[in-house]
């Protein structure tokens, strides 16, 4: 392909601004570059450069794909891969990489300088390119790119000098920088935030006393005396608090999209323009109330917003940090103290009860039982012994055990768990904005009116027509309208909070009101997620309280969760001698009779003849005294109470119910039955779980999903609205939408009800705020509504909104 050509600029493009960056060109700098025909006005030597460098790889469909300008890049874009050559080393490498089991190299980068979906086509496009490179893939969300290549063939520093030719500024991607970066932006929120608080507080208090003069006169100079004090609060305000309103506005005007933002800077610049001039002339009418008003509570909604993705972002990151940061190693004989981070693929480690392991081994040495919850959501500990796998976060709960690691933590299987949990987020549907959506519309509507008001007043009184084009831009000010669809959702989610719901994100009450599946994890979720005692079979002539206190009295030394079931019952204080056989059971001594209990292998050593009881739908416990059965005792995981009273109220809404569980026993099926929940799938891996729900939303399904474990965390982000229960893990909190926290699964039936509700009030609002636009404008466009006029009627519009969104903070529903 040939170069494009570079020439001078002329002064019709220089006034257009830089093709490549939108900035303004500078008088003395005059280079043009060829685009799709056309000579194409450059601001430095950088844009032309990289705008050269687009066109020269065939990339030119990424000017004709934007929709923002992109960021301009440093003076010096002479860019060499020695200058990132650090990252070719093999132990920096590995922090942001891991090695597939092809041999080829997979790296995580944080991109700083995305502003749009046009620079993630580019940067696969361009890297896409590159030898040896085998994917690709962009999220815009969190300015991540993954790559797999072969790093013999393309080194990590061509990639991140590839990155840097673009304009893009590239670093390793680590979960503290994103954590930081999130951190950085709250605190500034915050402080945009209380400035506009306290700007609103003093401005109120000067519109308070201009209103009460207005209505029972007032001294002039007091009058002059209270606009210029409320003029550079209000301005503070202004430039400071709503800079980002201004920011969005013109950087998407710039790519030819009309978003809400744009008629809100609108509003709040032109008022306070009008206001100033006012102000400064000693004539007309002053808005500095309304303006700061309309900024903070627009900032307050966003801060609410952001804080809860800040919260999501902190949770993994807690799950990551319950791995131990040293472990107990073998070197050369002894038991020595060691970095977690720097262990490697065949070292031996030494793990004791109670402690998390911190990486994925096989057992060389012990017997022991491992609680396995963040991967399969069970309660059941499963037993272990030499030869077993044995995984990082997962806990021992016995016996001291010996194991050989077997892979890094890159590849191991909960570095595999946040990998379902990144691809989930990634693919997560998106819910579009009602709001924006008429927005678009309203916006271009507006101004178009605005400009014929003004051009026909010039001809008609050219005194008038300042101000009576104010009046159309106040009175059409789409603070309704900004205000219908935030202030519904603060109000149902305050509703909501007050009986235990708590709402994390903008659009769960808009997709809860839209599903169609209800999907139940079942341990934890529709049981209580612990062992009680729910039969006991009495085969002997002890009765049944003897039966119980023994059995405390055996399960004294155990951590077994079996145990925990006897933690309320009084212990036999005449067993002794108290034996715990990791993994099996345990036996003891009461005079001459010994006792054993445990599993049926364990009891058939002292009782041959023992066979488990017809119903396999219970965790059978043995308790036999000498070659003699005393009992069964039959162990369940109880049903919530109220599971039954959910699930039929949201089959009377016309919820497709379904149980999706990693159990894989007769245990789901009996739940099943028990609550009248014909679809089942048992046994089933996070990643079949996602898979299911990706099927279900494939065929046109608004899919919700409750759950409470670790391991729900990839579908409960994946489903288009989740769930998380009371007691759920801090990463099922993170990842769904609602967290109950009531202690009761009752609040997910309100939770629909409320947000249906909402759902009526946003379009409640939305007609109200269109009809009165439709409406009131022709009024001030003829010149009947006076600007202070005009004020009141937005004000009224914005009122009559919040107050029909204040009917959804009662706790009932109608």
């Known amino acids: 392909m040939n170069s494009p050509v570079i020439h001078t600029t002329s002064a019709d493009a220089q006034r257009t601004g830089c093709f490549h960056c939108g ?4 008088d003395n700098f005059t280079r043009q570059v060829m685009i799709d025909g056309e000579p194409r006005a450059m601001c430095c030597p950088g844009c032309a450069a990289v705008a050269s460098m687009i066109i020269d790889s065939g990339l030119d469909n990424f000017y004709a794909q934007r929709t923002a300008f992109s960021i301009r890049p440093e003076a010096q874009v002479a860019v060499n891969a020695e200058q990132f050559a650090v990252y070719d080393n093999p132990e920096l490498l590995a922090t942001f990489s891991v090695t ?259 990486a994925d081994c096989t057992v060389q040495q012990g017997n022991s039982s491992v609680r396995e919850d963040a991967f399969t959501g069970e309660s059941h500990p499963r037993a272990v012994v030499r030869g077993d796998a044995v995984f990082a976060g997962t806990v021992n709960l016995e016996g001291n055990l010996q194991a050989i690691i077997t892979t890094e933590h890159q590849h191991s299987r909960l570095a595999a768990l946040q990998g379902l949990i990144n691809t989930a987020a990634t693919g997560k549907p998106g819910l579009a904005k009602l709001a924006d959506t008429v927005a678009a519309w309203f916006v271009g509507a507006i101004l178009l009116i605005a400009a014929s008001t003004a051009v026909s007043w010039y001809f008609i009184d050219p005194q008038r027509a300042l101000w009576v084009t104010l009046s159309v831009l106040v009175i059409s000010c789409p603070c309704a309208l900004a205000l219908a669809t935030p202030t519904a ?125 017809v119903d396999d739908t219970l965790l059978w416990v043995a308790l036999v005294v000498e070659d003699e059965l005393l009992a069964w005792l039959g162990f369940s995981d109880q049903v919530r109470p109220e599971a039954q009273a959910v699930i039929d109220q949201a089959r009377q809404d ?31 891996s996070p990643n079949d779980k996602l898979r299911y729900v990706r099927e279900l939303q494939a065929s046109g399904a608004k899919v919700c999903m409750v759950g409470d474990g670790v391991n729900d965390g990839p579908v409960l982000r994946r ?62 466009a003829m010149g009947i509504v006076p600007p202070w006029v005009a004020a009141l009627g937005m004000s009224a519009s914005s009122l009559l909104v919040v107050g029909n969104s204040a009917r959804l903070a009662r706790a009932r529903n109608d």
């Open 654 to 684: 016309g919820l497709e119910i379904a149980l999706v569980t990693g159990d894989g026993s007769h245990q789901a099926q009996r739940l099943a039955r028990e609550l009248g929940i014909d679809n089942v799938r048992s046994a089933q």
């Open 23 to 26: 900035e303004p060109i500078p």
């Open 489 to 613: 959702l603060t109000s149902a989610a305050n509703a909501l909070r007050s009986i235990g719901v708590h709402l994390k994100g903008e659009n769960g009450l808009e997709s809860l009101a839209n599903c169609t599946h209800l999907l139940f994890d079942k341990t934890g979720t529709l049981t209580q997620g612990q062992l009680t005692i729910a039969e006991i079979e009495l085969h002997g002539s002890a009765s049944r309280d003897d039966v119980l206190a023994i059995c405390a009295a055996l399960q004294r030394p155990s951590s077994h969760p079996v145990a925990l079931a006897f933690e309320s019952i009084e212990p036999c204080s005449a067993v002794t001698d108290i034996e715990y056989i990791i993994g099996s059971g345990m036996h003891g001594r009461n005079g001459e009779q010994r006792y054993r209990m445990g599993s049926l292998q364990f009891c058939r050593q002292a009782c041959p003849q023992l066979t488990l009881p």
């Open 719 to 780: 489903a288009n609205v989740s769930f998380a229960v009371p007691g759920a893990s801090d990463l099922a909190r993170a990842q769904a939408d609602f967290v109950i926290t009531a202690g009761s699964l009752l609040s997910l039936g309100a939770a629909f009800a409320k947000a249906r509700a909402c759902r009526a009030i946003i379009r409640q609002n939305l007609g109200w705020a269109i009809t009165y636009n439709v409406c009131a404008v022709p009024l001030a």
């Open 100 to 358: 597939t089991d092809t041999g080829t190299t997979q790296s995580a980068l944080l991109i700083g300088g995305i502003t749009c979906a046009a620079c993630t086509w580019l940067i696969e496009r361009s890297l896409g390119e590159l030898s040896g490179v085998r994917s690709t893939n962009v999220n815009l969300g969190q300015h991540r790119l993954d790559i797999e290549y072969d790093a013999s063939v393309t080194p990590p520093s061509a990639v991140f000098a590839q990155l840097a030719s673009l304009g893009y500024r590239p670093a390793p991607f680590h979960e503290d920088a994103l954590k930081t970066q999130l951190h950085e932006e709250a605190r500034r929120d915050l402080r945009r935030l209380a400035v506009a608080g306290l700007g609103m507080m003093q401005v109120g208090m000067f519109a308070i006393a201009l209103h009460a003069g207005e209505m029972q006169g007032m001294d002039p100079r007091f009058e002059n005396l209270l606009r210029w004090v409320s003029l550079p609060v209000a301005g503070f305000v202004v430039f400071y608090s709503a800079r980002s309103f201004f920011s969005t506005a013109w950087r998407h005007l710039k790519a030819h999209t009309l978003v809400m933002d744009l008629p809100v800077a609108l509003a709040i610049g032109l008022a306070f323009l009008a206001s100033a001039w006012a102000t400064l002339t000693g004539g007309g009418d002053v808005y500095f109330d309304s303006v700061v008003m309309f900024t903070f509570f627009l900032l307050l909604g966003r801060y609410v917003e952001k804080r809860a993705r800040l919260r999501s972002a902190d949770a993994w990151q807690s799950l990551q940090s319950q791995l131990p940061d040293a472990v107990t190693l073998q070197c050369d004989g002894q038991w020595v103290s060691y970095p977690r981070i720097q262990t490697q693929p065949g070292d031996i480690l030494l793990i004791k009860p109670g402690q998390t392991i911190p």
